[in-house]
């Protein structure tokens, strides 16, 4: 990457995967002199992936967590309490080891006997590891890019479907406004990090209490850039702006309402929610059923809703995007 940069003379870097920022991050040295990398440094990106760490400067920024206990290392007994089942079990990073990167993934599990058998099945680098009570509501995400000391953009949305359905990466999602309570703690929590560049504090609202739960912070772009794009804030050039030495700009508002789906990724949930049964998946009483999802999934508001990669002024991602995906089902 070091050298790329230097033979296309490059202003700056951008890591996009979670291993990717790590590698990079880690190794800034070898970067050309000049070359900007619009990021917290490595250790602060390295304090902000502790979901461990996250969760106790969370609580000390007033924005709540799930019911979490904490098993320290591989072998530690297991948690029995009935009431963190059902629950999900994180790793403390997403991507654990030093020689070789290994992506970790966020575990559904229904009871103790489950959760002892995914343990067991974890690298030890995956510890701490931790086991949080299922909030039930949406997800929800609060994206704050900063430089110099200051908050250069905002943006907020709410995940609509997902891909696993009972929670994993977003497929659909629409923007929405900011909760004035939820954004004084997600900067409280970015200011104890002392962070720099895009977050992304990913949350759930609580459907019975209306409370704000925090997960995770992702220090990176996520994957759902395109519809903070689509809703008026350009993150990428406000950051780039903001590293290559522009002065201060009003921080931009957002259209809310507006929705973006990922085409292959809403697919995907379709198929999974059309074989299997809402208990089998682990989904509340109240999600929709089979031939409600393939009404939703079939239903498009046309100026309201985009489609995330296919674009008609540039349709050659999604083309690659679609020969991929069909080999991968062949």
């Not at 609580?59 to 290392?73: K, M």
């Not at 290994?102 to 343990?119: E, F, S």
């Not at 780039?240 to 990724?265: D, F, N, Q, S």
Request: glycine share 10%; hydrophobic share 45%; with cysteine.
């Amino acid at each position: 990457m070091a050298a790329l940069a230097a033979t296309t003379d490059a202003v700056a870097v951008i890591p996009i995967t979670d291993a990717s920022a790590e590698s990079v991050l880690g190794h800034a040295e070898f970067l050309p002199a000049g070359v900007r990398l619009p990021f917290a440094p490595y250790a602060t990106y390295r304090a902000a992936s502790d979901k461990v760490h996250v969760h106790r400067l969370a609580l000390e920024s007033g924005i709540g967590i799930p019911d979490t206990a904490v098993i320290e290392r591989k072998g530690d007994p297991v948690p029995d309490e009935a009431r963190f089942f059902p629950g999900f079990l994180k790793p403390h990073r997403s991507v654990v080891g030093r020689q070789e990167r290994v992506k970790t993934g966020v575990k559904l599990v229904h009871d103790h006997a489950a959760c002892a058998a995914v343990l067991a099945a974890l690298p030890p680098d995956a510890f701490p590891v931790l086991l949080q009570r299922r909030v039930h509501g949406p997800g929800e995400g609060v994206f704050l890019a900063r430089w110099g000391g200051r908050t250069i953009a905002r943006f907020a949305h709410r995940r609509l479907r997902e891909k696993p359905p009972a929670g994993g990466v977003s497929v659909y999602r629409e923007s929405i406004p900011l909760d004035p309570a939820v954004l004084t703690g997600c900067e409280r929590l970015l200011d104890a990090l002392e962070w720099q560049g895009v977050a992304m504090v990913e949350g759930k609202r609580d459907r019975e209490t209306g409370a704000w739960r925090v997960m995770e912070i992702n220090g990176r772009f996520w994957g759902s850039l395109q519809l903070a794009i689509d809703a008026g804030v350009d993150v990428p050039a406000l950051l780039m702006r903001a590293v290559l030495g522009g002065g201060p700009e009003p921080i931009p508002p957002w259209e809310t309402g507006v929705r973006l789906r990922w085409e292959l990724g809403d697919l995907d949930h379709l198929l999974i929610r059309l074989r299997r049964s809402r208990q089998a998946l682990g989904l509340d009483a109240e999600a929709p059923g089979r031939l409600a999802t393939l009404g939703t999934f079939l239903t498009h508001r046309f100026g309201r809703d985009r489609l995330e990669v296919l674009r008609l002024s540039d349709p050659l991602p999604f083309v690659v995007e679609l020969l991929s995906y069909a080999r991968l089902v062949r």
